[in-house]
């Protein structure tokens, strides 16, 4: 086995150059040529062996994998197209060279999916494997989804599944559980859980159904009173706009969200914050994976959609109409889960009464998934 | 002492909010504005306490300020402005908040000189101190500088001193040598290897020395002929525009380059790799700072000057009228410290004859400082 100490960042370094376009390598930083009037759209996942990832769980393919997903989750989640990521690695010496090009190919076989290069990056010796990633993507101004921008009367969408990957994490760190599962569906639970997928498909769905609200700001716009110049239609806009600083002259789509990376709760709860709203769920629309039912008790289930986490989906707050045309839109798993309410509280509602009515906080949340 | 696990990484950030702008929170990921026409360069540099920086040597205010300046120098170096910076930081536990309070504010001090923010990025628990910046800036597709565009007869051109990082080092680390200095000769030497300067002041020079290539072609390509079209001036700069696949259509600067970090020879080396060419290094040509002259002898100078290293100079290979007008308009440390030769070898030559002429190669160039 060769390791790293063997042939040393540099020659590492050449080895993982075949992951990067030719282009991009050879200079004191890469160079990429974004199209005009787009903003520039970063995120940033540092992950460290031991408290991000580990070996027992993941393999370097999904570990790879799984750490592109989650940033170009966080584009997706800000409406923007993947442009690149930069990939920061702190290695031990006794770390296989084998594991970092794992590691490359699985990063890229995510990318591909999404035509996005490694476009560079850095390779350092470290007691401890890290791995730095730094996603870029465009948007145009007026096409950035923000946690702010929720209003009272939005529906609130989840673009699929909830509680898939937590469930397949604990098939993974306890094999003996899920018993009366079959084989497929722990695989799928275990797939959902190391092979992510970030929802950019909903990106062009959404530019196709939500038209643009500047043009038409009475179709799109419930504040807006039907006014056919540019002027009045970004007036209206403001309370769509407001703590979007770099926008204030653009009028923003009328869609609010984020991913659902740390459970749909911690979604919810982090829009109806930074948008000064409530919200109501309703239990029954939050779709589960179908082989929840002859394995968790309603309970767990719940709480595996919740607070689970790591599911990639997108929690988006837009008009009524709007919402319906995009679960359309986006078929099974996809659903209104609730809508957004004046107040701040955040209400789990059963319709069918078999659950007392909770609100959700960020530390109850926390508490619910640990106890 | 407050430590990162009595707040947790939550409040860590929260506490880190007050170093970015105010629209740059709150959301997956940061937007930036970029000016239309400007091709994004990206940089990314791992440092790992106990590799790249330690308190013995470096006070997290240092630690930050050289992280930044690091990255803004990889800027520069490709001719891009700064326009922002992610931070990545793995810390242990145990680490007091104010360290990376102090560390952030190093970095802000530096970024503030150049306008730069710092547009976000990710807080995560690791067992080392690990801080991963990715740097982000824009220029001119015809204005990026490459190490690959160096050709026969350019003259090399170094922005200043080399030498005075690694000797500040030495004082740092061994505070008995350099009995011969004077403490304000001391004080310099230290401050030039705490707190470098990244040459982003060089790239407004350049832009005023060097007319566009593509609007005079005559005036600054040696090989064009006096051809009036874009599109003639565009083929007379193949030869500078090889292996610069993204500017494929745009006619280049007739510059080469890249910045000391590594050393004066390394970055002489790495440009006559990259662009297929030879060297000759005019010993006597390179500014070495005074203090050596009562401390060191000629050899160890020489040594520290080709191999120390994080002087974050620019090492620019560019016409020989071109050249003396950007050292006239650099001033002191700036030099002429050779000419790009045919061939492939690398020669430092001493007019004086005191030092024997000598190939220099990167492996040769570890050996001389390791020993």
Known sequence: ?????????????????????????????????????????????????????????????????????????????????????????????????????????????????????????????????????????????????????????????????????????????????????????KTALIIAHQRPQPRLDVLPILEKILPSPCLMPNTSLREAAPTPSLQDATRTCTERSRSTLSTSAICPMPIAGMDSSDGLADAVIQICRASGVGAVLELRQICLPMAFNHWLTPEQALQYALYGGEDFELVLCLPQKSASALVKHLGEGAAIVGRITPGSTILLHDEQKKFPDQVLTLSQGFQHFKS
Chains 1, 2 share one sequence.
């Open 1 to 185: 086995m060769t390791k790293i100490k063997d042939i040393g960042e540099q020659g590492l370094l050449e080895r993982l150059h075949r992951f990067c376009p030719p282009e991009m390598i050879g200079d004191d930083a890469a160079v990429l040529v974004t199209e005009p009037e787009q903003s520039l759209v970063i995120t940033t996942d540092v992950l460290v062996d031991g408290v991000h990832f580990s070996n027992v769980t993941t393999s370097p393919e999904d570990a790879g994998w799984r750490a592109a997903a989650a940033n170009l989750s966080d584009l997706a989640a800000m409406g923007a197209s993947p442009l690149g990521i930069a990939v920061g690695l702190g290695l031990p010496g006794d770390l296989s060279v084998n594991w970092v090009e794992k590691l490359y190919q699985g990063m890229t076989e995510c990318l591909q999916k999404y035509n996005t290069p490694i476009v560079g990056g850095d390779v350092v010796r470290s007691p401890v494997t890290t791995l730095a990633i730094t996603a870029f993507g465009q948007v145009h101004p007026s096409r950035i989804i923000r946690r702010s921008a929720a209003v009272i009367g939005d529906a609130i969408v989840v673009t699929g599944v909830h509680g898939a990957s937590h469930a397949g994490l604990e098939l993974l760190l306890h094999p003996q559980r899920g018993q009366n599962l079959k084989d497929e569906e």
